[in-house]
């Protein structure tokens, strides 16, 4: 997994901190937004950290089942065809890896969904991010992309089987898909054919969706941490001003730039 950033860490840190001892700023009454915000962010990061975890394990998932494919079209060079105990194996692993594809689909509008929340909370975040130097900021269009690329080669690698991602929406249609064609050696050698093809764009896909969920999460927790920091900036400044006698006025701080 792409490392987390050292941010995200204190992010979650600071969220902690804001859980336990978050009362109300008498001097500025902001400090239950702060809590609010920390909480958001860092539930955010600790999904979206969870979530990277288990695509990365898909993706070893896709990873065997692209490896098995491979020894079923090396093994149909020698032999007629598969047996049935061996293409019930098959058939499994096609099971596996279409849930693999409905996962990697459901993940991507999760995390477009988040970002997209996380936007219209955090007015800044947008300038935020053009100024991040980054490769690629649109996370909702790279998430889109992935998506489409994904039904794309799916649909491609089945035509050759006279099929179509939509036909395979259940898995007891896929089962009976794949139990019509394995009745013959160039049914099955079809059926492993697109498997595979599916399989090692997969592979590809699911490694882009967690670095993509990684950069989006830890530019958000750098965006949020600075946040955090300069409310914190403010909220010292104000505190110090009322011990001087000095009566706050909301919104005053921000202008305060040295004593």
Known sequence: MKKVSIQILLLISLSQQAQTGGVANVYTGFSSEVTQIAQFAADGVAYALDYAEQVAQYKKLVETYKNQFKSYKLMLQNIDKLSPRQWNEFTQSVIGLKQALEYGEGMSYTMANYDQEFSKLFKGYNYYLTQAQNENTDFI??????????KDMANAALKSLGLQASDMQSDEATMQYL???STSSSGQKSAIQAASQIALH???????LQQTMMTQVNLQGQYMLESSEKKSFQEAISRIKATKGIKPIIGDESRVTKW
């Not at 998430?143 to 690329?149: A, D, P």
């Not at 997969?202 to 882009?208: D, I, V």
């Open 202 to 208: 997969q592979t590809h896909t699911l490694k882009k």
């Open 141 to 150: 269009g790279t998430y889109r992309k992935l998506n489409t690329s994904t």
């Open 179 to 181: 139990q019509n064609l």
